[in-house]
């Protein structure tokens, strides 16, 4: 009975020494943050994944950089993936938090299906932001010769999104998950759309992701994607500048609501939409300018509510009769009050909302224009 009681102790013991036999030496890996995804020429997958690479103390005194771009190709994405298991040193996907996809790919290619892989794996984050490339999605994580003094693309990319309180041409973050969600359900959406200008990522309005062929049809400039995000209710900061008698004066955006209730007319939809929104004037030019009259704040009210409704319709105008698609969800106002309607016309709706009507109630509140009057 001892010499039993000893060989079970022995057992137990060599089952807990094993606890660890999956360990990893952290300063022999790199962890992927970033991942564009790009059709080559030959209509194959070019991935570049931005990795952090392991540091130790003596790494910035030595100057090693903090990151690096590996690249790998397939006929498939999982193919390119697995290409890169072979690097060196190996790259781990679990903190990925950006994907951006290339110009050339989104218009050749249904975006949902290209990030069906990773829609997949249960490892990587429904989390991850999806973000539209102007050009080549390699491009953005291309830095020049000294990468370690420049700041990392992809981290530049995820601190960016955090800014949409302070500028209106920020959307709210894309994450992979909804996307997946969006087109399985028909609909079309907008993505961040990002550049490289001088070798500096910067956001850059939206793409537009049409529903059906789950294909980019085009742009939006940044100062049209603050529209639709006003439009949408999703606005969070931002300013709107234009002139009174030719001088500039600014708006800046402290609070915004959107109220959007659609009615059938004569077989076709009608959108009232209504847009109640305050700020502070943070800038007047006019030298004769009096911020303490009711009468003159009011006129200036008129004026930024007419500039609003005029960015709207231009806006409006391009989705409809140039790109035909409705990312801004009024579909969803249809099927949630008329539900009967919908059944008939969401098989076409992009059809359907080329003939749509539009009403704008926009009202502009001034409740504060800093330390200057007359």
Request: positive net charge.
């Amino acid at each position: 009975m001892k010499t039993a009681t000893k060989f079970s102790v022995m057992f137990f013991m060599l089952l807990a020494l094993c606890g660890c036999w999956d360990v990893k030496n952290i300063e022999k890996l790199s962890f992927a943050r970033g991942l564009a995804i790009d059709e080559t020429d030959d209509h194959q997958y070019k991935l570049t994944y931005q990795n952090l690479l392991p540091q130790s103390e003596d790494s910035q005194s030595s100057g090693k950089p903090e990151f690096v771009n590996v690249t790998s190709h397939g006929k498939t994405i999982l193919e390119a993936v697995s290409d890169v298991a072979i690097k060196d040193p190996p790259v781990y996907s679990d903190h990925l938090k950006v994907i951006l996809l290339g110009e050339k790919l989104m218009r050749n290619q249904n975006v949902d299906q290209v990030f069906n892989h990773f829609i997949r794996d249960d490892e990587l984050r429904r989390s991850s932001y999806l973000m539209a490339a102007r050009g080549k999605a390699a491009d953005i994580f291309t830095k020049g010769k000294t990468n370690q003094q420049q700041p990392m693309p992809s981290e530049k990319l995820i601190d960016l999104t955090t800014h949409s309180g302070y500028n209106g041409k920020i959307m709210i973050p894309l994450r992979i998950g909804r996307a997946s969600v969006y087109s399985q359900n028909g609909y079309s959406y907008l993505i961040q759309a990002v550049k490289n200008e001088k070798g500096k990522a910067k956001y850059d309005g939206a793409g537009i992701i049409k529903r059906g062929s789950n294909k980019l049809v085009g742009f939006l400039s940044a100062d049209e994607t603050q529209t639709l995000t006003w439009v949408m209710g999703t606005i969070q900061g931002g300013v709107m500048p234009t002139t009174d008698k030719g001088h500039p004066i600014t708006f800046e955006i402290k609070k915004s609501k959107t109220k959007i209730k659609p009615v059938i007319k004569n077989g076709k939809p009608v959108f009232q939409i209504t847009v109640k929104t305050k700020g502070i004037l943070t800038e007047d030019q006019n030298p004769n300018e009096n911020s303490f009259s009711k009468r003159y704040l009011h006129r200036l009210e008129k004026i930024f509510e007419k500039k609003l409704e005029r960015d709207v319709k231009q806006v409006m105008e391009k989705l409809q009769h140039e790109y035909k698609t409705d990312p801004v969800f009024f579909s969803d106002h249809i099927r949630i009050q008329y539900p009967d309607y919908w059944n008939k016309v969401k098989g076409h709706w992009d059809e359907i909302f080329t003939e749509a009507d539009f009403r704008y109630n926009i009202s502009f509140k001034i409740i504060n224009f800093g330390t200057v009057g007359k």
